[in-house]
């Protein structure tokens, strides 16, 4: 009897653990590295982290500076770069401050040296995730600007950055040129009486940010991506 | 020593480039364009917005953009086409020469047609526009130059531009039309009146 039972217990322990080997475990978790190349000789670059580092901070993100590099927030209680600027020393080897950066926020990299790539790794954000920049969750409507850029790692036309954020009439995406160191002058509306937007061949690619100005009311931006 | 003299420079360039005085030249739903009083041929654009797609007849309209620190002198400084969207013109960023940013200057837009020649200074009539067959103009107002990154909209807060009054429903609820781009009688149609007017005069007379 005893033997018995022992053989049964060892059957169903068996049957367990190879009904557990048979079903595979997924891991949701999407990790990668996104590069994108700053123009230097102390011009402006539109710029964002795409991917949610463990270490969101810009000492971790930009560990590898070029001397005199600089970092713009941009503050849209006043509608102009942030009084606070983040500057490298080649000297000191550090910045001479920190913030985090999270995904959703674009900032101005001033390249002081030459053209380089900065890599950005981490994991794709997945579900629900609100956008947040300098001074909270709010995207400023009544014709203000926002500088934002997609939480997601994707690039092609700018309305796949902006999943997620319902636009109002008269909403507008404007993206940095860099060679002419100003907005571009291509630009692009959104109608709610034509229910679209005028221009949608503009193109954000990823780790790219870009402003968009509300028009309407005040707005929280929700973006729920999912790696398909 | 030089690498880093020559990148302070860069960086001072972009930054005054930064501090010149911008505006967006533009217009949102309750600062449209419409159509006031057409020409026969186009009686089914009065009441309309103005937009891309409804011309009058033979004519493409375009928006002007003056500027200047008086409303008395005011410089022709951009001049866009208008969009699909009923109402509204092609948004323009635009750097206003000599002004800096933070300067409060005026503004108004003027709609006219396309092939005539828009004056170098504001008049505020259609007869400032020779060739013009439509005209409108938008009211005088009060805008505060933008210093930073971004070009201000001139419907927004940094500006005085009041909403227009003529109801335009039909492209959303509360729209708004602020400038009235209407026919305007050509000189032979004055003359043709003043012979008409004359000729009545001698009739009477001889009776």
């Known amino acids: ?228 | 020593m030089k690498k880093l003299i020559l990148t302070v420079t860069a960086s001072l360039a972009c930054v005054a480039a930064f501090a010149q005085g911008k505006v967006g030249f533009q217009n949102d739903s309750v600062h449209l364009a419409y159509y006031g009083s057409t020409l026969g041929s186009d009686a089914a654009l009065a009441g309309q917005g103005v937009d891309s797609a409804h011309m009058p007849t033979g004519v493409t309209l375009v928006a002007d953009l003056y500027a200047g620190t008086s409303s008395s002198a005011l410089s022709l400084v951009s001049t866009t086409t208008f969009s699909a969207v009923p109402g509204k013109w092609n948004a323009a960023s635009v750097t206003v020469p000599g002004a800096g940013g933070g300067t409060t200057v005026f503004l108004v837009t003027q709609i006219r047609n396309q092939a005539s020649v828009a004056p170098a200074a504001f008049v505020g009539t259609p007869q400032s526009v020779p060739g013009t067959v439509y005209y409108g103009a938008s009211s005088i107002f009060s805008f505060t130059l933008g210093s930073g990154v971004t070009y201000p909209v001139m419907w927004g807060t940094s500006g005085t531009w009041a909403a227009g009054t003529a109801a335009l429903d039909q492209y959303g609820a509360g729209s708004k039309g602020a400038i009235a781009v209407s026919a305007i009688p050509e000189p032979a149609s004055f003359a043709l009146a003043g012979l008409g007017i004359a000729a009545l005069t001698i009739l009477r007379r001889r009776k």
């Open chain 1, 1 to 228: 009897m005893r033997t018995k039972t022992l053989l049964c217990a060892a059957a169903l322990a068996a049957g367990v653990a190879t009904s557990m080997a048979q079903s595979n475990v997924y891991s949701l978790n999407v990790v990668g590295y996104v590069n994108v190349t700053t123009t230097g000789g102390g011009n402006f670059n539109l710029i964002a982290n795409p991917l949610n580092n463990t270490n969101n901070s810009i000492t971790n993100l930009f560990s590898v500076a070029q001397d005199g590099d600089q970092i713009y927030r941009w503050n849209k209680g006043v509608q102009d770069l942030d009084g606070t600027i983040y500057t490298y020393s080649t000297f000191l080897a550090k910045w001479d401050g920190n913030f985090t950066l999270l995904p959703g926020e674009s900032v101005f990299y001033l390249n002081a040296g030459g053209n380089r790539t900065n890599t950005f790794v981490g994991e794709v954000i997945q579900g629900p995730y609100t956008n947040s920049t300098l001074g909270g969750t709010t995207i400023l409507g009544g014709g203000n600007f926002n500088m934002v850029a997609s939480s997601a790692p994707i690039g092609g036309s700018f309305t796949n950055s902006t999943v997620g954020l319902p636009p109002s009439d008269g909403d507008q995406v404007y993206t940095w040129n860099v060679g002419a160191q100003d907005l571009d002058g291509n630009i692009a509306t959104y109608s709610s009486f034509l229910a679209k937007w005028d221009n949608t061949a503009i193109a954000v690619a990823p780790a790219i940010g870009f402003f968009y100005l509300g028009a309407g009311g005040n707005l929280t931006w929700v973006r729920n991506f999912t790696v398909q």
